[in-house]
Nanobody, 126 residues
Framework: QVHVVESGGGLVQAGGSLRLSCAAS????????MTWFRQAPGKEREFVAV????????YYADSVKGRFTISRDNPKNTVYLQMNSLKPDDTAIYYC???????????????????WGQGTQVTVSS
């Protein structure tokens, strides 16, 4: 089992950058695939990015490709989401989640992940 806690959200102007962090508990962090989802007001939770347990494989939603970068530091039990060129449409609560094992086939579905954080608010002003 793993417990995850997000941090790094805040208010930023359009075009700016933020880096989110997700700190995970436990000694088996390297056995978990890690992901970021987001949920805007009145919308469903949507996939943002995912990273395999080794960090070699990453996938992104089309809406963030080229602007966001997911990475992980296994010795620190932490996953990051570097967000550049932010847009007002990126405004949402950002959630970190984990699943034990290799990257799932349907990695873009939230039901593939068993462990979720409380989320961190990101607000992008125009």
């Amino acid at each position: 089992q793993v417990h995850v806690v997000e941090s790094g959200g805040g208010l930023v102007q359009a075009g700016g950058s933020l880096r989110l962090s997700c700190a995970a508990s436990g000694r088996t962090f390297t056995m978990y695939t890690m992901t970021w989802f987001r949920q805007a007001p009145g919308k469903e939770r949507e996939f943002v990015a995912v990273i395999s347990w080794s960090g070699v494989t990453t996938y992104y939603a089309d809406s963030v490709k080229g602007r966001f970068t997911i990475s992980r530091d296994n010795p620190k039990n932490t996953v990051y989401l570097q967000m550049n060129s932010l847009k007002p449409d990126d405004t949402a609560i950002y959630y970190c989640a984990a699943t034990r094992g290799p990257l799932p086939h349907d990695y873009y579905y939230s039901n593939q992940y068993s462990y979720w954080g409380q989320g961190t608010q990101v607000t992008v002003s125009s």
